[in-house]
């Protein structure tokens, strides 16, 4: 399979801690983007990054969040000291271009609960 | 900010119905219109797009019409299957290359 894969799929943490999500986007994709997904609402975008600079960032993404993609092929999403309220469905997505045309191709998402 | 404002759901219908899912948005430009799927245990993927007004969308008999006017991109399908079941998130293309979401509707097909 050469869609976009996630890992891990579901994420279990105490308040405090700190996680790691990867993503490895179709690997042709030159685009990279995270969202997050709470439940009842639509993804919501934190980041995107071109290759591998990251070229923006939304303000929900507080400084406790850092996302690289240092090879402009896989992308970590890490989140420090979490609390309750980052639990969510963190999704990643990639698509091929140079101008967008909004066709992203999602992976399945890695959910984060926070206890 | 740009926004968009889906019906609420779940919607539920039986096997063979006419579906309309509503969808409008708020937007400075001229965006592009989506429509995306999440069927269960999959992750989101595209279902059309239109790119200006007056351009329809269509694919897997569902069609959405971009209607500046209205600022709406409301979502049909003369004939839903029980295959259908998922959940729809209509979307828009802000400036800045970013796809900003709706809020989603549960459709429930019953055959």
């Known amino acids: 399979d050469t869609g976009v894969s996630q890992n891990p799929r579901h994420k279990i943490t105490k308040r405090g801690q700190n996680v790691t999500f990867r993503c490895d986007p179709i690997s042709e994709h030159n685009r990279l983007y995270w969202y997050r997904q709470t439940l009842g609402q639509g993804p919501e975008f934190l980041t995107y990054f071109q290759n591998e600079a990251q070229l923006e960032k939304s303000r929900l993404l507080s400084d406790r969040f850092s996302a690289e993609r240092p090879k402009g092929s896989f992308s970590t999403l890490e989140i420090q000291r979490t609390e309750q309220g980052d639990s969510a469905m963190y999704l990643c997505a990639s698509s091929f271009g140079g101008a967008d045309t909004g066709e992203l191709f999602f992976g399945e998402g890695s959910r984060l609960t926070v206890l | 900010g740009d926004s968009v404002t889906q019906m609420e759901g779940p919607v539920t219908l039986s096997e063979e119905a006419f579906l309309t899912i509503n969808c409008t948005y708020t937007a400075t430009g001229y965006p592009s219109l989506f429509w995306y799927v999440q069927y269960p245990g999959e992750g989101l993927q595209l279902l059309l797009k239109a790119t200006k007004a007056d351009d329809k969308g269509s694919n897997k008999g569902f069609e959405a019409t971009y209607r500046k006017e209205t600022t709406s991109f409301h979502l049909e399908k003369g004939s839903v299957q029980v295959s259908d079941s998922a959940v729809y998130f209509c979307?828009?293309?802000?400036?800045?290359?970013?796809?900003?979401f709706g809020a989603g509707t549960i459709l429930r097909v019953k055959s």
């Open positions: 979307a828009l293309l802000e400036y800045g290359n970013k796809l900003v």
